[in-house]
C-alpha cells in the first residue's frame, strides 16, 4: 500500500503558477527526495503534505485517506525546518518533550519517550544544554528527536544540512540515513545537493519550474535521464547526436540522442580501432583520486573523467590530441 500519495498537485504565488500538477506516491518506509534547485517548488511540496499550504487544487492521500483539508495538527508529520526552529529559552529534553506535552501525554510517558530519541539521535547527554550551547550539528540532532519524538506517519527535512560546513554535512546525512533505517519511517527529504540525493536515497524526484520531470532511484535517475536538465543537474553528461552514432560505433541506437557520463568515455593516446574522433585537449584538472579533462573535435566539447592510477595522470597534457571513443554494453 502506498503511504503518501500527491495527484494532481498545482499551486499558485499570487499570479505566478510554482507547482503544475504534481504526481508523487512514496511508499511506507521509503527514503524519498526532492532534488532540484532553488524556486523550483521543492519546499512547497512539503509544506503541502505538512498542512501548513493548502494546494490550489488537487489532494494528499496518507493509506488512501483524504487529508488534503485537514489542519497540520491532525496529520502526524513530523517537519525538521531548514533553520530547525528550536526554542533558545529551552533545554534540549524541553525542546524534545514539547511536541508531547502539547498532546498532554502522562509524564512517565513522555520521560520515557524523550530518552528512547534523545539516545537514537546521540543526543542524551545533551539533554540539560540550552540550544546556544550546541553546535550547528547538534542542533540538527536535537531538532530531528523533537520531529521523531511524537511517532509520526512521515518525517519531513526541508534542507536541513545546508547550514553546516561540507564535512559535517557528509556526515550528517550518514547520520540522518541511519536513523531513518533503523526506525523504518517514511521521509521526505529536500536537497539541491545531488550528491547528497545520490548517496541516501531510494527514490529520487527532479524538479525543475515547479515540474517534476524524473522519478526513479538514484542509478535510474543517474544513467538514463531524462532531458538535459536531468542530465546535467545529476551529475554532468555528454550528450551525443544520431548523426555522430557512427563515430561512436553506436549505430545499434534508435533514440535521437543518447547520454553518457564523463567516465564512461574513453580517451586515449593512440588507436586505429574504430568508433574514436580525434580531440584536442582543452582542459585538465587532477582532483587527487580522479582526472578530469575537456576535451573538443570540430566545436564540440565533451568531459572525460579517469581513475587515477598513478601511471596516467601525465598521460595528457593541455594542448595535446588523443582520441575519444564510449565504453560500449552495460
Known sequence: MKNIELKEINHYYGKEQVLHDINISIKEGEFFTLLGPSGCGKTTILRIIGGF??????????????????????RNMGTVFQNYALFPNMTVEENVAYGLKIKKLPKKVIAQKCDKYLELA????????????????????????????????????DEPMSNLDVALRVKMREEIREIQQ??????????????????????????????????????????????????????????????DYANFGLEKEEKPYIYKRPEEMVLLQNTNESGFIKVKIE????????????????GKKYEVTELNRLNNSDKFKIGDMGYLGVLQGE
Open 122 to 157: 546521540g543526543m542524551k547527554d545533551y539533554r540539560k544544554k540550552r540550544i546556544d550551547e550546541l553546535s550547528g550539528g547538534q542542533q540538527q540532532r536535537v531538532a530531528i528527536a523533537r520531529a521523531l519524538v511524537i511517532e509520526p506517519t512521515m518525517l519531513l527535512l
Open 53 to 74: 499550504i493548502k494546494p490550489l487544487s488537487g489532494s494528499i492521500y496518507v493509506d488512501d485517506k483524504d487529508i488534503t483539508n485537514l489542519e497540520p495538527e491532525y
Open 283 to 298: 582542459n585538465k584538472k587532477f582532483l587527487g583520486p580522479i582526472i578530469e579533462y575537456t576535451v573538443c573535435n570540430n
Open 182 to 243: 533503523k526506525i523504518g519511517i517514511t521521509t521526505l527529504f529536500i536537497t539541491h545537493d545531488q550528491q547528497e540525493a545520490l548517496a541516501i536515497s531510494d527514490k529520487i524526484a527532479v524538479m525543475d519550474k515547479g515540474r517534476v520531470l524524473q522519478i526513479g532511484t538514484p542509478m535510474e535517475v543517474y544513467k538514463n535521464p531524462v532531458n538535459d536538465f536531468v542530465a546535467n543537474f545529476v551529475g554532468t553528461s555528454n550528450c551525443i547526436e544520431k548523426k
